[in-house]
Nanobody, 125 residues
Framework: QVQLVESGGGLVQAGGSLNLSCVVSGRTFSSYGMGWFRQASGKEREFVAG????????YYGDFVKGRFTNSRDDAKNTVYLQMNRLKPEETAVYYC??????????????????WGQGTQVTVSS
């Protein structure tokens, strides 16, 4: 069973930064594609960032515009999302997700088979 635990959320002022972490259980973490999604109250879950199993490919939502960095450390079974210049409209619960599928589309929730419990990010104006 694969388990994901996010941390690093909190309250930050507009323009500030947060670094989210997601620790993943499982002996084959290095073979997992990983993603970050967010869900604001009353809205659908939205793709934020994804990283391939090799770490050589990263993907970001259009709204990121160079402000976020998605990375992974296979030695620590951890994936990170560094978020800079945060905006109030980015207040949401941020979720980490893993896919163990051989073929996947990191941008789509349907391809992920494991999810974390989420961490709240609140950006004040």
């Amino acid at each position: 069973q694969v388990q994901l635990v996010e941390s690093g959320g909190g309250l930050v002022q507009a323009g500030g930064s947060l670094n989210l972490s997601c620790v993943v259980s499982g002996r084959t973490f290095s073979s997992y594609g990983m993603g970050w999604f967010r869900q604001a109250s009353g809205k659908e879950r939205e793709f934020v960032a994804g990283i391939s199993w090799s770490g050589t490919s990263t993907y970001y939502g259009d709204f990121v515009k160079g402000r976020f960095t998605n990375s992974r450390d296979d030695a620590k079974n951890t994936v990170y999302l560094q978020m800079n210049r945060l905006k109030p409209e980015e207040t949401a619960v941020y979720y980490c997700a893993a896919t163990t599928r051989k073929y996947y589309d990191l941008l789509r929730t349907a391809f992920y088979n494991y999810w974390g419990q989420g961490t709240q990010v609140t950006v004040s104006s």
